[in-house]
C-alpha cells in the first residue's frame, strides 16, 4: 500500500494506493467458470491514533483502489495509519508520515 | 508426616493449577472478545444490503431509508463525460455544504449501483475522491447527507470500453 499525507494551510490531505483485485464475482476464466468475488468492504484511517476516515465499498471500485480524503489538523511528521478489510475478512494496514 | 505434606501440597498445587487454569480460560476469553471487538470498532458495519441491490432505487432506500433527496447545486462532482476506459473512471465529490455526516456514489446502470459511501466527521473536509468502474454510459449520482437532508447531483458518463467482466 502506498500512502501519501501533506500538510497545506491546516489542511492534510491524505492519498492512498492500495494493491488489491478487487475480482467482482461477475468475471470468468477461460474455461467459463465465475472468478469468485473478493473485493475491499472498508477502508479506515487514523491520525496519531485518532481515526479520521472511513469508507464502505463495493464490487464498483476499480483494482487497485485509490482514494483520497482531507482532514483539519495534522502535522507534519504526524502518523497516518491506513487499514482496508476484504470482504474474505483479509486485513492490510499501512503507515507513513505527514509530509 | 513427609507422605502427608507432600500429599497436601500437591493437593494444594492441584489447586492453584486448577483456579489458575480457570482464570487463565477467562482471561484468554476476554482477549478473544477484545480481538473481535476492535475491528468492529475501528471498521462500523458494511452495509451489505445496500452494495449487494440491483437496482438504484434498492441500493439508495437501503442506503438512505426515509430520508428525502433534494437535487443540489452546492455538490461539485468531479467526473470525465467521457470515459474511454470504464474500468478506471477517477471521480471527486467537493461540497460546502455544513456538518456533512456521509457521502455516497451510485452508480445508476451498474450491476450493484452503490460504489463507496465516505463517513465524514467534523474534523474532515469534505473532498473526497476515488477511482470506479463502469459497465457501461451511465448517470453518475452523488448523494452528500447533511442536516439531515440528501442532496443530491448527478452527471451522465459517457464508457466506450466497458469496466465489469472481461
Known amino acids: 500500500m502506498k500512502i501519501k499525507a501533506k500538510v497545506k494551510k491546516d489542511i492534510t490531505k491524505v492519498k492512498m494506493l492500495i494493491k488489491h483485485d478487487m475480482e467482482t464475482g461477475r468475471r470468468k476464466d477461460q474455461d467459463g467458470n465465475i472468478i469468485p468475488g473478493l473485493y475491499i468492504t472498508e477502508v479506515s484511517a487514523s491520525h496519531n491514533d485518532q481515526p479520521v476516515f472511513y469508507a464502505e465499498v463495493g464490487q464498483a471500485v476499480s483494482k487497485d483502489p485509490y482514494m483520497a480524503f482531507s482532514f483539519k489538523g495534522g502535522a507534519s511528521g504526524d502518523k497516518i495509519s491506513i487499514t482496508w478489510k476484504d470482504s474474505s475478512g483479509a486485513t492490510e494496514t499501512g503507515e507513513a508520515a505527514i509530509k | ?166
Request: with cysteine; glycine share 8%; net charge positive.
Open chain 2, 1 to 166: 508426616m513427609l507422605v502427608g505434606d507432600d500429599m497436601n501440597l500437591s493437593e494444594k498445587n492441584m489447586k492453584i493449577d486448577r483456579r489458575g487454569f480457570l482464570s487463565n480460560l477467562l482471561k484468554g476469553a476476554a482477549c478473544i472478545v477484545t480481538v473481535a471487538s476492535l475491528p468492529r470498532l475501528a471498521l462500523a458495519a458494511w452495509n451489505e444490503k445496500a452494495f449487494k441491490a440491483e437496482t438504484l432505487e434498492g441500493a439508495m432506500s437501503s442506503k438512505y431509508p426515509g430520508l428525502e433527496f433534494v437535487d443540489s447545486s452546492a455538490i461539485k462532482l468531479k467526473a470525465p463525460a467521457i470515459a474511454e476506459n470504464g474500468a478506471v473512471v477517477p471521480v471527486g465529490v467537493k461540497t460546502d455544504l455544513p456538518d456533512v455526516k456521509t457521502i455516497s456514489l451510485f452508480v445508476e446502470k451498474n450491476p450493484s449501483p452503490l460504489a463507496a459511501t465516505f463517513h465524514l466527521t467534523p474534523i474532515n473536509v469534505a473532498d473526497v475522491s476515488i477511482r470506479i468502474r463502469m459497465g457501461e454510459t451511465s448517470n453518475l449520482i452523488a448523494v452528500v447527507e447533511s442536516g439531515g437532508k440528501l442532496h443530491r447531483v448527478q452527471q451522465e458518463v459517457k464508457v466506450t470500453i466497458g469496466g465489469c467482466g472481461g
